[in-house]
């Protein structure tokens, strides 16, 4: 594999249904201190509130959505088109969350009808999810979970647009858990979602697509994680709210 340098760095920060003035202005003064990091940053604001953080954001973060529906307008009540989330201001777009592949029971064919629908019909980038539940690693399912779900995915990602995704890989039992995966868990499957996208199309593309880690990363475990070779940066929630999210931002770094 290509050394993780050949690929840019990356930190999403999710910030889930997270958001108040005083949160707004924390996170902002978090991001005014990562100018100098090397690292394509993004943060996702629940909907409602992308206008106000577009708006007050240092200019070199991009703004994600952290969810949407595959079409541009129509009777679809409580959701939002894509082109919607470009109008307020939206490079990127979170699809496949575990969050809402298990409370909002959405399925590896409804994210296929989604992400096909944002790489072909606009120009939003796609952070797609994945991610074992620990019944399925305890009974040593993580690489045929993982691997269904990236191959959902890859249905509808033609070769020449996986620079406009980035694979997050977050085992449901380190989300919110305070358990971070070892580096070397991580690694493990992230070496195997390479090679595994590698058969499914070709080395080239393998080397230069990204693969985020998350589950409880924080500024105390961002380090050790970020040196593992196939691992490209993070997808952040709660330390995504806090100052460390500076130093997650800048782990390669420092
Ligand atoms: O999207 C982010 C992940 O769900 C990780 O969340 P967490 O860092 O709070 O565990």
Same mark, same amino acid.
């Given at each position: 594999?290509?050394?993780?340098?050949?690929?840019?760095?990356?930190?999403?920060?999710?910030?889930?249904?997270?958001?108040?003035?005083?949160?707004?202005?924390?996170?902002?003064?978090?991001?005014?201190?990562?100018?100098?990091?090397?690292?394509?940053?993004?943060?996702?604001?629940?909907?409602?509130?992308?206008?106000?953080?577009?708006?007050?954001?240092?200019?070199?973060? #991009? @703004?994600? /959505?952290?969810?949407?529906?595959? !079409?541009?307008?129509?009777?679809?009540?409580?959701? +939002?088109?894509? %082109?919607?989330?470009?109008?307020?201001?939206?490079?990127?777009?979170?699809?496949?969350?575990?969050?809402?592949?298990?409370?909002?029971?959405?399925?590896?064919?409804?994210?296929?009808?989604?992400?096909?629908?944002?790489?072909?019909?606009?120009?939003?980038?796609?952070?797609?999810?994945?991610?074992?539940?620990?019944?399925?690693?305890?009974?040593?399912?993580?690489?045929?979970?993982?691997?269904? #779900? @990236?191959? /959902?995915?890859?249905?509808?990602? !033609?070769?020449?647009?996986?620079?406009?995704?980035? +694979?997050?890989? %977050?085992?449901?039992?380190?989300?919110?858990?305070?358990?971070?995966?070892?580096?070397?868990?991580?690694?493990?499957?992230?070496?195997?979602?390479?090679?595994?996208?590698?058969?499914?199309?070709?080395?080239?593309?393998?080397?230069?697509?990204?693969?985020?880690?998350?589950?409880?990363?924080?500024?105390?475990?961002?380090?050790?994680?970020?040196?593992?070779?196939?691992?490209?940066?993070?997808?952040?929630?709660? /330390?995504?709210?806090?100052?460390?999210?500076?130093?997650?931002?800048?782990?390669?770094?420092?």
């Amino acid at each position: 594999m290509a050394g993780a340098n050949a690929r840019r760095f990356f930190v999403g920060g999710n910030w889930k249904m997270n958001y108040s003035q005083a949160v707004l202005e924390k996170v902002n003064d978090a991001l005014g201190k990562t100018k100098d990091a090397e690292a394509d940053i993004v943060c996702a604001p629940p909907a409602l509130f992308i206008k106000d953080f577009v708006s007050s954001k240092p200019s070199h973060v #991009q @703004v994600a /959505a952290q969810n949407c529906y595959h !079409a541009k307008e129509g009777a679809f009540t409580g959701e +939002i088109s894509p %082109e919607m989330l470009k109008e307020a201001g939206c490079t990127w777009v979170i699809l496949g969350h575990s969050e809402r592949r298990t409370l909002f029971n959405e399925d590896d064919e409804f994210l296929k009808k989604k992400i096909d629908y944002v790489l072909n019909k606009t120009d939003i980038n796609v952070i797609a999810c994945i991610g074992e539940t620990l019944q399925e690693r305890e009974s040593g399912k993580t690489n045929e979970v993982v691997e269904r #779900q @990236v191959k /959902a995915y890859q249905e509808k990602i !033609a070769n020449n647009q996986y620079d406009r995704v980035v +694979i997050a890989y %977050e085992p449901v039992w380190a989300i919110g858990t305070g358990k971070v995966a070892t580096p070397q868990q991580a690694q493990e499957v992230h070496d195997h979602l390479r090679k595994f996208i590698e058969k499914n199309t070709n080395g080239d593309i393998a080397k230069k697509v990204r693969i985020i880690y998350g589950g409880s990363v924080t500024g105390a475990s961002c380090k050790e994680l970020a040196q593992q070779a196939d691992i490209d940066g993070f997808l952040v929630g709660g /330390a995504s709210l806090k100052p460390e999210f500076e130093q997650i931002c800048k782990a390669r770094q420092n």
